[in-house]
């Protein structure tokens, strides 16, 4: 068996959520993985990490935001079908959007853990928000759902 070997990507720097007390609101936008990084980092796997089992972080923002994601995670699967690397991956996320989640891991839920920020009712619904078209809109109903479809398709999450 090999040692494991932990890697953390921040996946890009954006978020849909307008939390209250973010340090980070409106400092970054349209930062995302660039192809670049993908070549960088699949090199660096195949160059460096052959001898070792992965786990991959995904953060950001909100690493389901990233249009890059998902073609990195397919191209992690390749190489380590390649090289007979065994991978798993954790996801923090704000639990905006199951659909997102789903879409870039449903091959690989058996190897997924979720870790959803939830505040609980009250505080997501005053301070933690989104805004649209001059709205305040309260997130902790979406969150729920999202934890809700995160049980019924059988997703690891906590």
């Known amino acids: 068996m090999k040692q494991k070997y932990n890697f953390t990507i921040l996946t890009n720097k954006n978020c849909n959520?307008?939390?209250?007390?973010?340090?980070?609101?409106?400092?970054?936008?349209?930062?995302?993985?660039?192809?670049?990084?993908?070549?960088?980092?699949l090199k660096l796997l195949n160059d460096n990490f052959k001898e070792y089992d992965w786990n991959f972080m995904f953060i950001g923002g909100e690493p389901t935001l990233s249009k890059k994601l998902k073609i990195l995670v397919q191209e992690i699967e390749k190489l380590s079908s390649k090289l007979n690397n065994k991978v798993t991956y954790d996801l923090l996320t704000n639990?905006?959007?199951?659909?997102?989640?789903?879409?870039i891991f449903e091959n690989y839920k058996d190897r997924l853990n979720v870790q959803v920020s939830y505040d609980g009712k009250p505080i997501n619904d005053i301070d933690r928000i989104i805004i649209k078209k001059n709205k305040i809109i309260p997130t902790s109903n979406l969150i729920l759902k999202t934890v809700e479809s995160l049980y019924k398709y059988n997703y690891n999450f906590h």
């Not at 959520?17 to 980092?41: A, S």
């Not at 639990?95 to 879409?103: D, P, W």
């Open 17 to 41: 959520f307008n939390c209250r007390y973010c340090y980070e609101k409106g400092k970054f936008k349209n930062q995302d993985l660039t192809e670049d990084t993908i070549e960088y980092i």
């Open 95 to 103: 639990g905006s959007s199951f659909q997102l989640i789903n879409n």
